[in-house]
Every structure is written in structure tokens, then in C-alpha cells.
């Protein structure tokens, strides 16, 4: 008899199947599209770095486009729940006002946010790894849109412009731990 493959993560349950009569839940993450992944080593220690990346008002310091992000309740950063305000441009209708929702933590290692921004229904998902004063942060962000059009003719630009905004954001995020 076949045993199932063991999950990739504990975290994000889905259905992936095991064999012809069984299917079992694992990964749901996996069922986003992956627009890019950034990952960096930044000399700074892990609660330093989750810290900073869990206080989203700081990602317009890092983040190209962001021209504002604020808060939109009186929750505590790093908590699930927590809602920001983003203003960012996004072509082709120029400068949006997103939402941002916390929707997963496990400080220091786990930070999510998901925004209703249609079309792309952006993830994001920042994971962190130390080893003594060194942090990798590796860097996600997917879109939950999985209608076929949307994949075919929008996602490819969304895609692009994600991908050349976050190997400029990663590198500057590590130049902000790092200038000294």
C-alpha cells in the first residue's frame, strides 16, 4: 500500500493528493500563484528584523512604489488582525489605496498579510531564519486570484513589476540594517 508523501508544512493545511483513492490536506499556500521569492542574509539578529518587517508603516522606508502605509486600527503590530492603509502605484491606474490585513505570525520566524486589492489579491509571506547575528529573510508574494483570464492576461505584468520592486526592496532592506 502507498503511504502519503509527508506535508511541507504544518502551518498551511490543503489537499494534494497521496495515491489514485486518496487525497489528504496539505500546503494550502500552494494554491496561490507565486508572482516572486527574494531571499536575503542580513547582519542584524532575527527579533531586530522581525521587528522592523512586522511594523508595516516601515515597509515605505523599504519598498519601492510605497508612498504611505498607515495604520487602520489601534491593534499592536505583529498581531493578527492588525490593518493598514497602503498607498502604492500600481499600473495602469497609478496610486491605490490597499488594505492590509495580518493574517498569520509566529514571531520571530512567520509574518503574512493579504490585501482584497482585486485583481491581484496579493500574499505576502516573509520567513525568517538565524544563525548567531545572521538573518535570512526570505521574501513571498503570491496572488489568490486563480481565475484563468486573470492568469493569462494580467498576471504576467503583475508578475514583472513584483519581481523588479522586491530585488530592489530586499537589497534595501538590508542596506537599512546594514549602514553603519
Known sequence: ?????????????CFVPCNKKSIRMENKIDMATLLTEQEMAINADIESVYGFISNMENFKLWFPEVSDIASDNDMEHGTVGKTYVEKVYLPPNGEQRLKIEVKKVAPPVLYMTESKYEPLLPRMTITLMSKMDVTSVNWKMHSRNNDPDFLEEQLPNF?????????????KLKQLFEKK
Open 1 to 13: 500500500m502507498d503511504k502519503c508523501p509527508p506535508p511541507r508544512s504544518l502551518l498551511f493545511p
Open 159 to 171: 508578475k514583472s513589476i513584483i519581481a523588479e520592486r522586491a530585488n530592489v526592496g530586499i537589497l
